[in-house]
C-alpha cells in the first residue's frame, strides 16, 4: 500500500458545486495532515492543517477518520478559481522534517 | 516579504553534464527542503538542512545527488552526469523551524531541469 493515495481525477464541477476528495494512508500513527493547493505549473501552497477530528475554513472543510485512514477535504459553492491540484500531505515523522505528499486529485471547475 | 527564490527556472542539460541548482530561501528560515516532483508523481523529499545541524539526506537518491547549505542561508543542488531520469521539476521550501509543531513549508517556483 501506498503511503498517501489520492484518485488523480480529474474532478469535473460545475460552480457552486460540491465536491469531495478522499486521501488514504498507511501509517496508522501519523497525527496531524495537510491539504496543499497546486495551480498548473505553480509551487504548492498550504491549503488546510487537520490536527484532530477536522477542520473547516470558509467553504473548505477537511474531516479526518483515523479507524479508515483516510481525511478528506470537502468544497462548498465551487469557484472557478478553485480549479487546481489538491495534494494530500501526511509527515512521516514527528518532528515534520519530512513530508509524503500524495499525487494529487485535480479538480476543473466550469461556469 | 521576498518569497523562496529558485534559479535558474528552467535548465535543460545534455545527458552526463553536471547541474547546479540553486535555492534561497525566506530570510530567517532556519529550515530548507529540497523535493522533486516528476511528471504525474507527488513530491519526492530529497533532503533538508536544520540550522548548522548536519543535514538529513535520507532521501536522495543515488551518490550523484550532493547538496550544501552556506551561511545557513542559500543552498545548491547538485546532481552530476546527469541522467534522463533525472528529468523533473526540483521544488525547493524553507520554514521558521523543523520540529515541535508543524512550521508551514514556503515553497518556491522550482526548477524545471529536462536532461536530453
Known amino acids: 500500500r501506498k503511503e498517501v493515495e489520492q484518485d488523480p481525477g480529474p474532478f469535473n464541477v460545475p460552480e457552486g458545486a460540491t465536491v469531495a476528495f478522499n486521501c488514504t494512508y498507511s501509517?496508522?500513527?501519523?497525527?496531524?495532515f495537510f491539504w496543499y493547493r497546486q495551480d498548473c505549473r505553480k509551487e504548492p501552497k498550504l491549503l488546510m492543517s487537520?490536527?484532530?477530528s477536522g477542520n473547516e475554513d470558509g467553504r473548505f472543510t477537511a474531516q479526518l477518520n483515523r479507524a479508515s485512514q483516510y481525511i478528506s477535504l470537502l468544497i462548498r459553492d465551487s469557484k472557478l478559481s478553485d480549479s487546481a491540484t489538491y495534494l494530500c500531505?501526511?509527515?512521516?515523522?514527528?518532528?515534520?522534517?519530512?513530508?509524503?505528499f500524495g499525487t494529487g486529485t485535480r479538480l476543473l471547475v466550469s461556469p | 516579504g521576498a518569497g523562496v527564490s529558485q534559479s535558474p527556472s528552467n535548465k535543460v542539460t545534455e545527458k552526463g553534464k553536471d547541474v547546479e541548482l540553486r535555492c534561497d530561501p525566506i530570510?530567517?528560515?532556519?529550515?530548507l527542503y529540497w523535493y522533486r516532483q516528476s511528471l504525474g508523481q507527488g513530491l519526492e523529499f530529497l533532503i533538508y538542512?536544520?540550522?548548522?545541524?548536519?543535514?538529513?539526506k535520507s532521501g536522495l537518491p543515488s551518490d550523484r545527488f550532493s547538496a550544501e547549505r552556506t551561511g545557513g542561508s542559500v543552498s545548491t543542488l547538485t546532481i552530476q552526469r546527469t541522467q534522463q531520469e533525472d528529468s523533473a521539476v526540483y521544488l525547493c521550501?524553507?520554514?521558521?523551524?523543523?520540529?515541535?509543531?508543524?512550521?508551514?513549508?514556503?515553497f518556491g517556483p522550482g526548477t524545471r531541469l529536462t536532461v536530453l
Open positions: 487537520v490536527y484532530s
Open positions: 501509517n496508522s500513527a501519523s497525527q496531524s
Open positions: 521550501a524553507s520554514s521558521l523551524f523543523a520540529g515541535g509543531d508543524y512550521n508551514e513549508q514556503f
Open positions: 538542512f536544520q540550522g548548522n545541524s548536519a543535514p538529513d
Open positions: 500531505v501526511v509527515p512521516m515523522n514527528t518532528g515534520f522534517q519530512k513530508l509524503v
Open positions: 530570510s530567517g528560515h532556519t529550515a
